[in-house]
């Protein structure tokens, strides 16, 4: 079974930063299309941000677009988020996890924000709480 672990969250004022970690199997950190979600309370999951497998096109939601850069840190072996001017609606928990891949014509793969269907298991997620 795949297992990813995140870290990273905490507390923060509005407009203040943080640097989620995506950690797991070199195998699937460094190889496969990662993507971030998140989950409010009350609120279902929904995806944040993704980044391709092959060549580390980023793909993000409306909601976090130019705040929020999700890179590929290969030595690491760690996908992570980073999260500027952030605000009390990014409050959530936040998961890690394997998504799928959509090739266009001209041969470009790009991530998708659907689990791929070898992704079984979420981890226990890290917690962001943006607060004054």
């Known amino acids: 079974q795949v297992q990813l672990v995140e870290s990273g969250g905490g507390s923060v004022q509005p407009g203040g930063s943080l640097r989620l970690s995506c950690a797991g199997s070199?195998?699937?950190?460094?190889?496969?299309?990662i993507g971030w979600f998140r989950q409010a309370p009350g609120k279902e999951r929904e995806a944040v941000a993704c980044i391709g497998g092959s060549e580390n096109r980023p793909t993000y939601a409306d909601s976090v677009k130019a705040r929020f850069t999700i890179s590929r840190e290969t030595a690491n072996i760690t996908v992570y988020l980073e999260m500027n001017n952030v605000r009390p609606e990014d409050t959530a928990v936040y998961y890690c996890?394997?998504?799928?891949?959509?090739?266009?014509?001209?041969?470009?793969?790009?991530?998708?924000?659907?689990?791929?269907?070898?992704?079984?298991?979420w981890g226990q997620g890290t917690q962001v709480t943006v607060s004054s």
């Open positions: 996890a394997i998504v799928g891949e959509h090739k266009l014509y001209n041969g470009d793969w790009y991530c998708t924000f659907a689990t791929a269907p070898d992704f079984h298991s």
């Open positions: 070199r195998f699937v950190l460094n190889y496969r299309s």
